[in-house]
């Protein structure tokens, strides 16, 4: 792993995008703030400003949802047949495709993800959902009921109808690839929206709000207004005009945002933290384990709801496997996300590292052993040493708790039984890995897992057609898949005299 980060190249070419001013979206177009407030975008990698961007609040929340309830009854959006519903987005996906670089180049810039992550990871599957969910926009349906009371005399049937005004609420890890699983099934479902992007990331989600107006989308049907939770959040879930929050985060913010519904009862579907079992078996190829467990956890530098935070090793293996994720976070190269050789980009804030740092010291006070990492290399920008963690207990922060970070504990077990009860103890059920060549040792564990997503012998398999989503404390709902649609619909039952 180099000790020094080189600093973010001068790339003149994406740098020039950020010439221009960063407006909020509303009603069509790009305006200011009502209160002329602002907030920073910087680059994770130097911590110097990237751009001055427009940070709403509750005045241009307001707008923004008067902007989409008035788009949600307008003919422009309502009357569009399904088919042509679904021709505008997958234009939407195409253009993501066509200015794929640029996007990248913004997401890294603005996240400090490795380029070709966002190029070969965000861009193309925030593209494909797009694609994904047009097709839907022609199948969504009823069905006739079959009475058995009034006989012949009564006609029954089910539609699906667009839930209304969605506030749309995304993190800063996969701006882009979030935005994109809230918009997409919306849009298809003939939802409008009004997304709020992360502050620390708000310049992928405007510039795909161009993308939106150039593929068809009418004036107010997506508004976009980047700004700090704690206002243009807040005034978002409590609007009395927004009909369902779709929120992708923390748990913690997740709670807050039951409370701010409560008083509506407005739909909420929520996308929340993970604390994921990653699980190697001794019987387990370990030529692809162990970079697999590596990838699981360091892949976008640990800010990932899903990441193989707790690494189950059988301790017939322990060792090696334990080893072998050091040496794999050991070659890793970081350095700023358009750096041509970076592996690993820097944390998204000063905030982010400080509360990952926390976690790991707090480790090594407990009496952890810090296998490799628990450092900042040398530079400016918010750089964190990969880090594997051993001789934990169950109690300890780094083990209970969700770091996003590149930090994993190695946790050693000798029997399934004592694996999947220390497993499943946790509040969170967001995804689980396992790596065995025996299928039945994987069904079986695959079934006791408690977890809404899980994957054998690969990690992180992401696909518009997989529905996504968690057990107990990582949310409510499922984003991508037929299930997306359903989030953003509402099931109306019809029975007419004949």
């Keep these: 792993m180099s000790t020094t980060v080189p600093q973010s190249p001068s790339n003149a070419a994406a740098r020039s995008r950020l010439e ?3 407006q909020l979206l509303i009603g069509g177009r790009f305006v200011d703030a009502a209160d002329g407030a602002t907030l920073v975008s910087e680059d994770p990698a130097t911590g110097a400003p990237l751009a001055t961007v427009a940070a709403a609040g509750a005045a241009d929340v307001d707008r923004a949802v008067s902007a989409a309830r008035a788009a949600f009854e307008g003919a422009a959006w309502a009357d569009l047949t399904p088919s042509a519903r679904g021709q505008v987005v997958w234009r939407i996906g195409e253009l993501i495709e066509r200015h794929a670089d640029e996007l990248a180049e913004l997401e890294s810039l603005d996240n400090g993800k490795a380029l070709p992550i966002a190029r070969g990871i965000d861009v193309p599957l925030a593209a494909d959902i797009f694609r ?6 022609t199948k969504i349906e009823g069905s006739t009921i079959p009475l058995s009371g009034g006989g012949a005399q009564l006609h029954a049937y089910t539609v699906r109808e667009p839930v209304g005004v969605v506030g749309a609420i995304v993190p800063w890890n ?14 298809a479902a003939g939802c409008t929206v009004v997304l709020k992007p992360a502050e620390q990331t708000p310049l992928s989600a405007l510039r795909l709000g161009e993308l ?23 005034a978002l879930t409590a609007h009395p005009g927004v009909d369902k929050v779709a929120f992708t985060g923390s748990t913690e913010v997740g709670r807050a945002i039951l409370r701010s519904v409560e008083p509506s009862l407005k739909r909420v579907s929520l996308e929340l933290g993970g604390k994921s079992p990653n699980v190697v078996f001794a019987d387990a190829n370990l030529e692809e384990a162990i970079p697999g467990a590596a990838i699981a956890i360091f892949g976008n530098s640990g800010q990932g709801c899903s990441a193989g935070s ?6 017939d293996v322990y060792d090696e496997v334990v080893s072998g994720v050091a040496s794999f976070a050991a070659s890793l190269r970081l350095g700023p996300g358009l750096g041509g050789e970076t592996d690993l980009g820097p944390l998204v804030s000063r905030a982010q590292w400080e509360r990952v740092n926390g976690y790991v010291e707090g480790a090594r006070a407990d009496g952890a052993r810090i296998v490799t990492g628990g450092s900042a290399p040398g530079g400016s920008g918010h750089f964190y040493a990969p880090t594997v963690i051993a001789d934990t207990t169950p109690q300890m922060a780094v083990v209970r708790e969700e770091i996003f970070g590149p930090v994993v504990t190695a946790i050693p077990f000798s029997t399934e039984e004592e694996l999947v009860t220390a497993a499943n103890d946790t509040p969170y059920g967001l995804a689980a890995g396992i790596w065995t060549r025996d299928l039945s040792t994987a069904h079986r564990v695959a079934r006791a897992l408690r977890a809404g997503s899980v994957w054998i012998n690969t990690y992180n398999h992401y696909d518009a057609a997989l529905p996504f989503g968690g057990f107990k404390q990582s949310g409510w709902g499922r984003e991508m898949g037929w299930e997306a649609i359903e989030l953003y619909t509402e099931l109306k039952t019809v029975v007419a005299k004949l």
Excluded: Q
Excluded at 132 to 137: D, Q
Excluded at 213 to 222: M, N
Excluded at 223 to 229: A, E, L, Q, R, T
Excluded at 310 to 315: G, Q, S, V
């Design 310 to 315: 707790r690494l189950y090793i059988h301790r």
């Design 212 to 234: 939106l107006a150039e593929a068809g989308v009418p004036d107010g049907v997506v508004n976009i207004v980047p700004g700090f939770g704690e206002s243009a959040g807040a």
């Design 174 to 187: 996969f701006p882009l690839l979030m935005a994109a699983w809230k918009l997409a099934p919306a849009l």
């Design 132 to 137: 994904y969910m047009a097709g839907w926009a």
């Design 20 to 22: 221009r001013p960063w």
